[in-house]
């Protein structure tokens, strides 16, 4: 029998906004820049993350 490493944790960050659709992002960096675009240009967005195992 094989050990298999624990893969951990992802979290998914999704943003929706009429411009752009919904996006599901992966890095939370990608996300937080595209939030604060959209903030920085008066669009309104929606923000959620959730987390998988």
Known sequence: MVNKKPKGMKTFYKISA?????VVIRKRKIAK???RWLRENGFEYRYNYFVTY
């Open 33 to 35: 820049a595209l939030r």
């Open 18 to 22: 009429q411009e752009i659709g919904t």
